[in-house]
């Protein structure tokens, strides 16, 4: 299983970015179903920290300090979510990675497979100058 992060870059306070997370299965796997996804960022000297989180019914969690910003969701296509980033503040500049808790594909041919893995994209970065 692979995740692969885009949509970072500069912007400055004020703007808005949306970031997307493609999953993807090798060996020509069809992904049916993913599991909680989440996005996380860590910023220069911090720690990694959850910054939203979608099961896979819909319900969502947010940190705080982003709730009413930032708003995850599920993209049509069953293996993409999406960080919409509005009102951007400097302390928002970090890299955000891609996460998935577990899901489900079928290889070619049919054969399912569930996972319960986590897997982590390699980050995009976004930088909000002031």
């Known amino acids: 299983v692979q995740l692969v992060e885009s949509g970072g870059g500069l912007v400055q306070a004020g703007g808005s970015l949306r970031l997307s997370c493609v999953v993807s299965?090798?060996?020509?796997?069809?992904?049916?179903?993913?599991?909680?996804m989440a996005w996380y960022r860590q910023a220069p000297g911090k720690q990694r920290e959850l910054v939203a989180s979608?099961?896979?019914?819909?319900?969502?969690k947010y940190l705080d300090s982003v709730k009413g910003r930032f708003t995850i969701s599920r993209g049509n296509a069953k293996n993409t979510v999406y960080l919409q980033m509005n009102s951007l503040v400097p302390e928002d500049t970090a890299v955000y990675y891609c996460?998935?808790?577990?899901?489900?594909?079928?290889?070619?041919?049919?054969?399912?497979?569930?996972?319960?893995?986590?897997?982590w994209g390699k980050g995009t970065l976004v930088t909000v100058s002031s």
């Open positions: 996460n998935n808790k577990g899901g489900s594909y079928y290889l070619p041919g049919g054969t399912p497979v569930v996972y319960g893995t986590e897997y």
């Open positions: 299965v090798s060996a020509s796997g069809n992904i049916f179903r993913l599991d909680t």
């Open positions: 979608i099961t896979d019914v819909g319900s969502t």
